[in-house]
């Protein structure tokens, strides 16, 4: 029996990469032989209208800025969206469909018992005889202002 040639490392390796290559050329070719989606296969507008109804009840429910956005549109007016404001901005919902936010430099209100209250610098006399702002900044913890009735 004849001896087997010897065959590098490097011919054999080129041996197995032609091999794949040419399974994978078979198989792509394996592929396009399966029968694509004619236009007979595309639902008809009825079907797709009933499907969307069935599943209607799946769908999460809208968003505050998305009810916002439709209250504005079916009202004719801007709609503040809450959920969006700070102490330093308001957002809006607009009759055009858009959301537009002011911001300001200042603050212009505080959360008090879990809903926005304008800032009322008005003094109003507290039970110990000193004064204080109707509403105070969130940022200060006591009155800014004390004044009392004394004499001298």
Not at 35 to 56: G, K
Not at 70 to 89: F, H, M, N, P, R
Not at 132 to 146: E, I
């Amino acid at each position: 029996m004849p001896a087997r040639p010897y065959i590098s490392g490097h011919r054999r390796c080129r041996t197995r990469l032609r091999l794949a290559a040419a399974v994978v050329v078979l198989g792509l070719a394996a592929s396009l032989n399966t029968p694509l989606a004619f236009a007979d296969d595309v639902p008809s507008a009825e079907t797709i209208a009933a499907q969307d109804a069935a599943h209607a009840g799946e769908l999460p429910p809208p968003t505050a800025v998305q009810q916002a956005i439709a209250t504005a549109k079916s009202t004719g007016t801007k709609v503040a969206i809450d959920s969006l404001a700070t102490e330093y901005s308001e957002t809006y919902a607009t009759t055009d469909g858009h959301v537009s936010q002011t911001l300001h430099p200042d603050q212009q209100r505080i959360k008090k018992n879990g809903a926005w209250a304008a800032l009322d610098a008005t003094l109003v006399a507290n039970p110990d005889g000193s004064y204080s702002p109707a509403q105070l900044r969130a940022d200060s913890p006591s009155p800014t202002a004390a004044a009392t009735n004394s004499p001298h």
